[in-house]
């Protein structure tokens, strides 16, 4: 099966515009999560979809981060208007609904600068 | 709060044992887990550990869990220089309906040919 992808793989942008990340799930996986590296810390979370439903959001910094996943599929992570520190690594990752180890599979991240 | 911690650094031969270790402070987790990142690439899940095992053993990876320490270890048997790349641990945090990881800052481990 084909895994988690993301889009773009890299983005520069300076401060104050807008990026939007989108993140397409393996197939069938209800469960889509963001997560952000920032300057080599460590990899938190941001947020969990249940299928379009936002499950769990509290890791979302403030209100410039906006996350969609209109119809439960794919999703939109949009920063608006991006700041200087908002540069890292985000990842997306998708895990079945109901899996007891909740295996989460991530993508390849999107490398996201701020200038 | 919670808090991963791992050492940053590793270095071993090729065909020697690595080990990798961990602490965590969530002693109601569920889960543990070791993912590998290698250059360029995303997080690759290589093995977890339910919260009731003290082992798991999966060819060549070993993963020991201390759950009185709150200590998580992954063994890398025969270690080869394709297994150079930065190892993340991961809990799991307890609490309805929500399953985000908590990661450390990963080990970044390299194999000396």
């Known amino acids: 099966e084909a895994g988690v992808t993301q889009f773009p793989s890299h983005s520069v942008i300076e401060k104050g515009q807008t990026v939007t990340l989108r993140c397409d799930p393996i197939s069938g996986h209800d469960n889509l999560y963001w997560y952000r590296r920032v300057m080599g810390k460590e990899i938190k979370f941001l947020l969990h979809f249940v299928k379009e439903s936002k499950q769990d959001e509290s890791g979302m910094p403030n209100n410039r981060f906006l996350a969609e996943r209109t119809g439960g599929t794919y999703s939109t992570l949009k920063v608006q208007p991006a700041e200087l520190e908002d540069s890292g690594v985000y990842f997306c990752?998708?895990?079945?609904?109901?899996?007891?180890?909740?295996?989460?599979?991530f993508g390849p991240g999107t490398r996201l600068t701020v200038l | 709060g919670e808090d991963v911690e791992q050492s940053l650094f590793l270095s071993v031969r090729e065909g020697d044992s690595s080990v990798i270790n961990c602490t965590y402070t969530?002693?109601?987790?569920?889960?543990l887990y070791w993912y590998k990142q290698e250059p360029g690439a995303g997080l690759q899940l290589l093995t977890y550990i339910f919260s009731n095992m003290d082992m798991k053993q999966d060819q060549r990876l070993t993963v020991l869990l201390n759950k009185k320490d709150k200590h998580l270890s992954l063994r890398i048997a025969d270690t080869q220089t394709g297994d150079s790349a930065i190892y993340f641990c991961?809990?799991?945090?307890?609490?309805?309906?929500?399953?985000?990881?908590?990661f450390g800052k990963g080990t970044k481990l390299s194999v000396i040919p």
């Open positions: 991961a809990e799991i945090l307890s609490g309805a309906g929500s399953y985000q990881l908590t």
């Open positions: 990752a998708s895990s079945r609904a109901g899996t007891g180890g909740n295996e989460q599979f």
């Open positions: 969530d002693s109601s987790s569920t889960y």
